[in-house]
Nanobody
C-alpha cells in the first residue's frame, strides 16, 4: 500500500505565500511524475503544476511566475511554493504521483487527501 500525505495548506491574505508538501510512504519502488491539482466546489479538478523524475516542469498559465514545483526523490516528496497568492487561488489542492510499487512493480496514480488553501482579499 502507498499513501500520500499532504501538509501546508491554510488561510493567507492576498499577496502572501504558502508552501505545500506531499510525501509518499509505504511500498514505494520508484516515483515518476509528480503533480499538484486543485478543485473548487462545482468545478472540475484542474492541473496546477507537474514535474518529471528528471526535474522538467509544467505549469498552468494561471500560476506561471508565481508558483514553483519541486521534488526530493530521496524523500519521495513533492513541494509547491505559492507566492503572490490571489483570491482565485482558493481551492482544495491535491498532490498526485505516478508510483511504481515494490514487490508487484505495478504502476498507478496515487492521490493525496487534499488540503484547503484559502486566500482572503
Amino acid at each position: 500500500q502507498v499513501q500520500l500525505v499532504e501538509s501546508g495548506g491554510g488561510l493567507v491574505q492576498a499577496g502572501g505565500s504558502l508552501r505545500l508538501s506531499c510525501a509518499a510512504s509505504g511500498s514505494v519502488f520508484r516515483i515518476y511524475a509528480m503533480g499538484w491539482y486543485r478543485q473548487v466546489p462545482g468545478k472540475q479538478r484542474e492541473l496546477v503544476a507537474t514535474i518529471t523524475r528528471g526535474g522538467s516542469t509544467n505549469y498552468a498559465d494561471s500560476v506561471k511566475g508565481r508558483f514553483t514545483i519541486s521534488r526530493d526523490n530521496a524523500r519521495n516528496t513533492v513541494y509547491l511554493q505559492m507566492n503572490s497568492l490571489k483570491p482565485e487561488d482558493t481551492a482544495v489542492y491535491y498532490c498526485a504521483m505516478e508510483v511504481q510499487e515494490s514487490v508487484s512493480l505495478s504502476l498507478s496514480r496515487k492521490w493525496g487527501q487534499g488540503t484547503q488553501v484559502t486566500v482572503s482579499s
